[in-house]
């Protein structure tokens, strides 16, 4: 794991916000002042995130990591969102997410156990609990630059619902027979080699699929 400085970390964190900012302001101008459910939105997605990692004991399951990551990441969405309307970002926020620890491999049921831990904080406190959601990462695992990574891919896919009628119901997830999900996460790998111009030409790659899908 590549050592995060508190500078970076920062860093990382106000970018994110800045995205997110952005996002939210698409979705709603005044989405500070709706009373979104983000903890709801939190607790339900940790659900589909035990579906895809799998749970049940009576059939053969296989974990879809890419996708379970890209939940945590659509977490993080709704967590970021409520941390930025409760207060303004605190440095503490970074300086924990950049001390999560990927050093043991994935435990099955721990890592269960860590997504059940903190959907029920998400009930429980109406909110987000950060300690539960760096458990979670940290169990699963996935570090501050790898949930820093995943978050801008996210954002713009996001970003690219909204802008093609996710909000109207006119944007079609499944492109040639697959969720628009498992098309990032390929052009994450392909475009991995320029980090700088990542979101534009990420953005760029899904126009092109979406087109060719539609």
Not at 34 to 56: I, P, S, T
Not at 92 to 119: C, H, N, W
Not at 152 to 174: A, D, H, T
Request: contains cysteine.
């Amino acid at each position: 794991m590549t050592a995060i400085s508190t500078s970076q970390a920062q860093a990382m964190l106000h970018t994110m916000a800045d995205m997110q900012e952005q996002h939210n302001v698409l979705v709603h101008p005044q989405w500070r002042e709706q009373g979104f459910e983000f903890y709801r939105a939190m607790w339900v997605e940790c659900a589909e995130m035990l579906d895809h990692f799998g749970w049940k004991w009576w059939k053969q399951q296989t974990p879809d990591i890419d996708q379970v990551k890209l939940e945590l990441v659509d977490i993080w969405h709704f967590a970021l969102s409520e941390l930025m309307r409760e207060r303004a970002i605190d440095p503490a926020v970074a300086e924990q997410l950049a001390t999560v620890s990927v050093d043991k491999a994935t435990d099955p049921e721990g890592f269960r156990l860590a997504i059940e831990t903190l959907a029920a904080a998400c009930l429980s406190t109406r909110s987000i609990d950060l300690s539960a959601f760096c458990a979670a990462m940290a169990a699963l695992p996935m570090d501050y630059a790898e949930l820093y990574a995943l978050y801008i891919g996210k954002n713009m896919l996001n970003r690219f619902r909204q802008n093609n009628g996710y909000k109207s119901g006119e944007y079609r997830k499944l492109w040639q027979g697959r969720e628009d999900n498992e098309h990032l996460i390929e052009l994450l790998d392909e475009l991995s080699d320029v980090p700088e111009q990542l979101p534009e030409r990420l953005y760029a790659g899904l126009e092109a699929r979406y087109a060719i899908a539609n």
